[in-house]
């Protein structure tokens, strides 16, 4: 077993110093394969962090596209044509991870929206520790049909000690029974406290809901809606939701009942934070993708290569000329 400074004398050369292995391994007297076991072991113990800068794809036709139409700066992640769901979800997720490694920073407060993509995303966030950062909920997580459900508390921690940061939890419902009870709860001096924070952030993380398609998100299938919300949703045409609010597919909300008992930021309070990361994979959640870059909610898109052909060929039938 070597010692934390051994291991950092190793990784130094090699990584700083651009030291051969056989060079590290002649100044510590030990074998090449020996040396391959020190830098591992010094980047499993956190004392070598490697990061990636994704870069944007300036050449590829819908990245352009999607800067000229929503001015939104996309990341493509490389999957095979024949890439599972759960494979498109890990590279986008891993990509965004990349994203919000590079981004997020010291004195930072950063929104995240829970669900089964951000979960995926969390999971990959390599540690960078921070200093007077903070992790806050957006959107409550308890479901009123069954208090035991909610995905939150373990998303938020995970992502919160990813960087050191503080974390702000919204213990509300994801979706309250009458507005009115909202509107009481929003005045209780815990919940503005969240609220201001929230409305605060310099970076949102999230996904688009779906309730079609092979992996429906959880918000529709974990108990939080309610047969006449889903009838509601046929009525007014809703493809999708963001934060917990529901979108059409031409990005308005605002006449959409459920809306008003919602426990997400609305799309006009989501634009007035700075960066708004949406990371999607999957062609079903293609829909609410173009909702939300309707509505005017994304700034940076993380996205397989897969859905994002999905992407252009519907964009192309909805506005033609301009994809």
């Known amino acids: 077993m070597h010692e934390d400074a051994q291991l950092y004398r190793a990784a130094e050369l090699y990584y700083m110093q651009g030291a051969t292995m056989e060079a590290v391994a002649e100044r510590f007297a030990v074998s090449r394969s020996t040396v391959s076991r020190m830098l591992q072991a010094a980047r499993d113990r956190g004392i070598v962090r490697i990061t990636l800068a994704a870069p944007v ?113 919204f213990p509300t419902p994801a979706f309250f029974d009458d507005e009115r009870t909202r509107e009481l709860m929003w005045r209780e001096s815990t919940v503005r406290r969240v609220l201001a924070v929230r409305a605060e952030a310099d970076l949102a993380v999230f996904s688009v809901g779906a309730f079609e398609g092979p992996s429906p998100s959880e918000v ?55 960066r708004r990361l949406c990371v999607v994979a999957g062609d079903h959640k293609v829909p609410g993708l173009i909702a939300a870059l309707r509505a005017g909610v994304i700034t940076d898109l993380a996205i397989d290569d897969g859905t994002a052909r999905t992407l252009m060929r519907r964009l192309s039938r909805l506005m033609p000329g301009a994809f």
């Not at 407060?109 to 540690?127: D, E, F, K, N, R």
């Not at 949703?233 to 934060?243: E, K, L, S, Y």
């Not at 059409?248 to 006009?268: C, F, K, M, V, W």
């Open 57 to 169: 794809d300036t050449g590829n036709e819908l990245v352009r596209a999607l800067k000229k139409a929503f001015g939104v700066t996309t990341y493509l992640a490389a999957v095979s044509p024949t890439a599972t769901p759960a494979q498109r979800l890990e590279a986008a997720a891993r990509h965004a991870a990349v994203l919000i490694g590079d981004w997020f920073g010291d004195g930072m407060t950063m929104g995240v929206a829970w669900g089964t993509t951000t979960s995926a995303v969390a999971a990959h966030v390599q540690p960078k520790p921070t200093r007077d950062a903070m992790v806050v909920q957006m959107n409550g997580a308890v479901s009123a049909r069954d208090p035991e459900t909610g995905r939150a508390p373990g998303l938020l921690p995970q992502m919160a000690a990813s960087f050191d940061a503080a974390l702000i939890e």
């Open 220 to 274: 529709y299938s974990g108990g939080y809606l309610t047969e006449d919300a889903f009838r509601e949703f046929a009525a007014h045409r809703v493809v999708g939701d963001v934060c917990t609010v529901f979108l059409r597919e031409d990005g308005t909300y605002a006449d959409i009942g459920l809306n008003r008992r919602a426990s997400g930021p609305t799309p006009q309070e989501l634009r007035r934070i700075p």
